[in-house]
């Protein structure tokens, strides 16, 4: 009989976000009258339309491919020049950042690019991952193999967490131990917390001196109105040996359902075979890409490539104008409520302290159950999670501003 992969059965429960759909739905099923009531700020997924500039350009390159002299079939695996060429001087070499054309691979999204990114990378790495965390960064390892059972709390054995918490802003120290993959997200999701210059810097110099490989995941860069706040990795100096960059085009262009993401790897990033021989990641890359991956539609690539234009640009800054005044007014709530309030002001989350002695899921279910509002419960991002939620800011601001009321209806109630 074929054999399965066992790795998949050390897997917890479901995936943190159908999980939460799933609940909703019982809860909709056992009181349909409410159905139309639910506003829902659990997942980060958008509300807002696609930009003008976007849909106008994916008009013009669908008509192309109506053209037997202007269609296109399977294009180049790794991302059309244009739009290579666009992300590398609108993102980094504008801004003062060496990241050549080549060094960027266009993809459907960055959950994808964090979670395929292991097909380069060995057994025996030991990871490292923050909690609490995107939980893409702990299943897709589990599901490679590279830890061993969880515990009753949760936590993977053969996996280094390093816990962030209120005390060190989210963001943790680098390790007393040597560890090869780091995962880090600034701005954080699901905290909302920025690194600082400085702490990305102690960590670009701990994994030069380590031999270690940063997975950076910045794809909620364009939230960042600190100019103090690096929005790359490769603002640090020495990052181009060490880090691989994620962004997305998901949420400051609204591609949710569009997809289209990239991942920046540096020719000059190495790392060792097994015989201890240093080899650069960028070629193994490619060939994965080309290998197991047919790359984005024209059409979506020919949008992703008008959000650089003046209109692109303006159409972004004016949706994450929208999205970060929702954040505003989310935080302000939780804050006049006496929550103990992170994130929500240089990314589209607000996370919060639960009140009295509510755990997280408890805080969900209170909040759907009275309130007819979705969250997302801190412990489905780890056990550094547990006692505090998650409230996304992407929504209506009508829906946000009927959200700020309902809170207070819960809150208040502790």
Same mark, same amino acid.
């Given at each position: ?102 060094? %960027? ?135 181009? @040996? ?132 979705? %969250? ?9 999670? @547990?006692?505090?939620?998650? %409230? ?8 946000? @501003? @009927? ?12």
């Amino acid at each position: 009989m074929a054999k399965l992969n066992d790795n998949y059965l050390k897997l917890k429960a479901g995936y943190l976000f159908p999980e939460i759909g799933r609940r909703v739905q019982a809860f909709t099923d056992a009181n349909p009258e409410v159905a139309g009531d639910i506003i829902r700020c659990g997942i980060g997924d958008v509300t807002e339309p696609l930009p003008a500039a976007a849909r106008d350009a994916m008009k013009a390159a669908v008509d192309e491919l109506g053209e037997r002299s202007s269609f296109r079939g399977y294009g180049p695996e790794q991302g059309y020049d244009f739009l290579r060429t666009a992300i590398a001087e609108g993102d980094y070499r504008g801004r003062g950042i060496e990241v050549a054309d080549d060094e %960027i691979f266009v993809s459907d999204g960055s959950k994808c690019d964090t979670g395929n990114i292991l097909d380069i990378f060995g057994p025996g790495n030991t990871i490292a991952i923050t909690d609490p965390v995107y939980p893409v960064y702990v299943d897709t390892n589990v599901m490679a193999g590279n830890t061993g059972d969880a515990d009753a709390s949760g936590a993977y054995e053969g996996i280094h967490y390093m816990p962030c918490t209120a005390e060190n802003g989210f963001v943790p120290a680098v390790p007393n131990e040597k560890v090869d993959l780091i995962y880090l997200c600034y701005p954080n999701n699901p905290t909302g917390a920025t690194a600082t210059r400085e702490q990305l810097t102690n960590w670009v110099k701990y994994a030069q001196a380590n031999g270690s490989i940063i997975l950076y995941d910045a794809a909620y860069q364009a939230f960042v109105g600190d100019d103090s706040i690096p929005r790359s990795i490769y603002e640090i100096d020495g990052a181009r @040996e060490c880090a691989i960059e994620f962004r997305s085009f998901s949420k400051n262009g609204g591609f949710t359902g569009v997809r289209c993401a990239f991942t920046v790897v540096p020719k000059t990033l190495l790392a060792e075979t097994s015989t201890g021989e240093k080899m650069p990641l960028h070629p193994l890359w490619s060939r994965r890409q080309s290998t197991k991956f047919n790359s984005v539609s024209y059409p979506v690539q020919r949008a992703a490539e008008a959000l650089y234009s003046e209109a692109g640009k303006a159409q972004i800054s004016a949706l994450i104008k929208h999205y970060m005044g929702n954040a505003k007014l989310l935080r302000e709530a939780c804050t006049a409520l006496g929550l103990n309030v992170f994130g929500g002001e240089n990314a589209p989350y607000v996370w919060a302290a639960c009140p009295g002695s509510i755990d997280s899921w408890g805080m969900f279910d209170k909040m759907l159950a009275e309130a007819k509002v979705v %969250i997302t419960p801190g412990a489905g991002f780890g056990a550094a999670g @547990e006692g505090f939620f998650r %409230i996304s800011a992407f929504n209506s601001r009508e829906n946000v @501003e @009927e959200v700020c009321r309902r809170l207070e209806t819960v809150v208040g109630s502790f």
